[in-house]
């Protein structure tokens, strides 16, 4: 394995002998540093090689330290650059600032002032570079997204999250399972304009330590296996959005940092001394009332009404009829594409019928499925793999509980994967956690080997 060069830093310092000093207590400190002796140098290393800090002194033969930032600051990667100044250039290096400069600092300096500063401005290009490059990805895999919807009230939804996702107060999505919460938390993201990324965390999925460590981070050796600093989802997400999925989940304690972390505005990584600011917009959601559990214990109140300033609920597919063929349409041609089966008129009546407990997740799988198996022009009734309707044909009022057809749809996939409930959470489209919370509350019991 090649050693870690450390930070790559430029030294733009005229006073030979200070210059020195600086390079030789920052090459101690384990980075790889270089001088020179004016702007012009700086500006022809910059251009040349690439630095993650430079210092940049505001005097210098030929260009000024003001002048190189000029010229950099529209350059693909810049170095993030902390300006170096006299007491009588105050005023220069404020100007630098509004350039972009990271900091200043005044002669004479203390050299743990320089080592913070350089640890601090590698820290924010690193975090910088995340982010771009998750961008990145997520617009390549993603695109746009679009809700497809007709219904009234869910239209009134959008009309809200158009309305308030330019601005930063915290959103808090609710809705049953697998109606689109994920979706639409993306949408707010990509119409708030936001520069930074949309960073996913799914509360549920993971223990309350490793939740911590995923969100707030951890300095090098705070615990036994931390090699290396770890960037948390809060600060991967800056000036971009952290989607908090089933915030519901979290622990009591988990619950309280949080909280402490919105009030305060930063936090402390885990084993770490220097505070953290937030620069996030915070999005949630839930598929459980938070008010009832609030009420129970179960969830702080002053943490609701942290993340609840605009609150927008997701109604269930099966109030979604007019939705159903035009969902359906469009998971034909998400899977299909030009080739795929239009909806016979009794394929539309059964999927308006069914009650669908798993919303839109269960009515993409149940089109997907039915393609793995279908290659005729005309997708009918007889083609869907949906076993219960929410009104059997003659037998009007043999409707039944929400609850119990959610009841029976865990029952059924939990027999089919032989009670593997990590499977059996994958095709129900839920965490195992919330899977295991759903077998208690519904008294399901695994059937005994004969």
Not at 53 to 65: N, Q
Request: charged residues 25%; aromatic residues 6%; hydrophobic residues 40%.
């Amino acid at each position: 394995m090649n050693q870690d060069p450390g930070i790559r830093i430029l030294i733009a310092e005229d006073e030979a002998r200070l210059a020195e000093i600086l390079a030789s207590y920052l090459s101690g400190r384990g980075h790889s540093v270089r001088v020179t002796s004016n702007g012009r140098q700086a500006l022809d290393a910059i251009r040349t090689d690439s630095f993650d800090v430079a210092l940049l002194d505001i005097v210098m033969p030929e260009l000024d330290g003001l002048e190189v930032m000029r010229q950099v600051r529209e350059d693909p990667a810049p170095p993030e650059i902390i300006i170096i100044t006299g007491n009588g250039t105050i005023d220069n290096a404020i100007a630098a600032m509004k350039l972009g400069a990271y900091d200043y600092m005044t002669k004479p300096y203390r050299m743990a002032e320089i080592d913070v500063l350089v640890q601090r401005a590698w820290e924010k290009r690193q975090l910088a570079r995340e982010n771009q490059f998750l961008h990145h990805r997520l617009s390549r895999i993603d695109g746009a997204p679009i809700v497809q919807t007709r219904f009234a009230p869910m239209q009134a939804v959008l009309d809200v999250i158009e309305k308030a996702a330019p601005s930063d107060a915290p959103v808090l999505i609710t809705g049953e399972s697998g109606t689109g919460k994920d979706l639409l938390a993306r949408v707010i993201h990509h119409l708030s304009g936001r520069l930074g990324s949309f960073v996913d965390l799914n509360c549920a999925m993971l223990s309350d330590q490793n939740l911590e460590t995923e969100l707030f981070g951890y300095e090098r050796g705070a615990f036994a296996g931390a090699a290396e600093r770890k960037i948390g989802f809060l600060e991967m997400a800056t000036n971009g959005t952290l989607y908090m999925d089933e915030v519901s989940e979290l622990e009591s304690r988990m619950q309280g940092r949080l909280l402490r972390a919105l009030e305060h505005g930063s936090y402390f990584r885990a084993g770490g001394m220097q505070r953290v600011e937030i620069h996030t917009r915070l999005v949630t959601a839930t598929n459980r009332n938070l008010e009832t559990l609030v009420s129970e214990g179960q969830f702080r109140g002053d943490l609701l009404y942290r993340i609840n300033t605009i609150t927008v609920a997701l109604p269930p597919l099966r109030e979604r009829t007019v939705d159903i063929p035009l969902l359906a349409e469009h998971f034909l041609q998400r899977f299909r594409g030009q080739g795929a089966p239009t909806l016979a008129s009794d394929a539309v009546e059964m999927l308006q019928a069914y009650e669908w407990p798993g919303n839109i997740r269960e009515l993409r799988n149940v089109i997907e499925r039915a393609l793995l198996l279908h290659r005729g022009p005309v997708l009918a009734a007889a083609d869907l793999p949906i076993t219960q309707a929410r009104t059997a044909p003659g037998l009007p009022g043999s409707r039944v509980s929400l609850a119990d057809l959610e009841r029976r749809h865990i029952e059924s996939v939990l027999a089919h994967m032989g009670w593997h409930q990590g499977q059996a959470a994958d095709v129900l489209g839920i965490s195992p956690k919330t899977l295991y919370r759903k077998i208690r509350e519904y008294g399901l019991q695994r059937p005994r080997r004969t």
